[in-house]
C-alpha cells in the first residue's frame, strides 16, 4: 500500500511540474 501511494504521489508531482513549466513558458512568450 505504501509504495502505491509513493507512485501515486510522484506521477501527480511531475503532473504539478509539467502544468508550472508550461505556465512559465506562456509567461516567457507574453514577455516577448
Do not use: A, M, P, Q
Not at 509504495?3 to 512559465?24: A, M, N
Amino acid at each position: 500500500i505504501f509504495v502505491i501511494f509513493t507512485l501515486f504521489f510522484g506521477i501527480h508531482s511531475i503532473l504539478v511540474h509539467k502544468e508550472g513549466k508550461k505556465d512559465i513558458e506562456i509567461e516567457i512568450t507574453e514577455n516577448d
